[in-house]
């Protein structure tokens, strides 16, 4: 059988940026009410169109496989909500040219199911983890389940995913005083950390101006107690990730605020619905869809994916307060 042969990351914007990373939502829908996202829980909007089928999930990664995108990120909303879940990691994990599937999740569930997510394909996971203080946790993410995620983080190791992660939203006067506590963490466990900038997006406006840190502030806490930079490794997503020599965890920063952070950018995004979105914070997603009804339409898929990604802007705007058309994050996964 004649293997085939895909090319590595062709496909670019014209800025130089070549793109090898996927994230794709499956569910805009999400069971927790966190203070930075969703304070008042997930609404649904009337009239919305259903999420891709697993079919056409498919047919758009392998699109993207076509172009040398090979690892995908499932995302939500809350993705483990998605009734095929385990269907779809199983479809996207086989299709050619997919080296690795990872998935972020709020940790729902994730100790009785962390087995049948490695059976599915799953060799990545990244666990939301805003505090490790269970009534701290609770108030940010509106459940008492802090004990709940951290079982689902070791199942998940010993069920044999091979990296899991640990995201923190980094938040002035909420969570900001815990960096000692995650490096003790981390370092215990092996494990990796990264804290996230709060971003601007049209629905946490005043959360943000009031709650928002850079994360250079802990960078430099992180270099002043001894910890070192690491190199950016292929694929990786944007973090800029620190290791101490005496210690075997590592913390990571994802700060988009920061100077040049979208030169860099190797993934793009695609919603639960269909819609190409080149950035998080774009004006508007552009649909796929009707390109994803039949497996002979995937040269069309290429042309039009290849087409919209040289239109690709060279950074956001959340300097200047825009976030786009983005209302949350869970909208597109982040």
Known sequence: MTVPVFPAASLADAHGRRFE???????????????????????????????????????????????????????????????????IAEAVAAVPGIRRLAMTTNGYRLAERAGDYASAGIAALNVSVDSLDPARFRTITGHDRLDEVLDGVGAARAAGIGTVKLNSVLMRGINDDELGGFMAFVNRHDLTLRFIEVMRTNDNAAFFDRHHMPGSEIASRLETLGWRRLQRAAGAGPAIEYEHP?????????????????????????????????????????????????????????????????????????????????????????
């Open 246 to 334: 005496a210690g075997r965890g590592r913390i990571g920063i994802i700060a988009p605020y920061a100077k040049d952070f979208c030169t860099t950018c190797n993934r793009l995004r695609v919603s639960s619905r269909g819609k190409l979105h080149l950035c998080l914070f774009g004006d508007h997603g552009i649909d796929l869809r009707d390109l994803l009804q039949s497996d002979d339409q995937i040269d069309a898929l290429i042309a039009r994916i290849t087409a919209l990604t040289a239109t690709k802007a060279p950074a956001h705007r959340l300097h200047s307060g825009n976030s786009g058309a983005t209302p949350h994050l869970a909208s597109i996964g982040g």
């Open 21 to 87: 990373y996927l994230r794709l939502s499956l569910t805009d829908v999400c069971n927790f009410r966190c203070t930075y996202c969703l304070p008042e829980g997930y609404r649904k909007i009337a009239g919305m169109p259903s999420d891709l089928s697993v079919a056409e999930i498919r047919r758009l990664v392998a699109g993207f496989a076509r172009l040398g995108l090979w690892k995908v990120r499932l995302t939500g909303g809350e993705p483990s909500l998605r009734r095929e879940l385990l269907e």
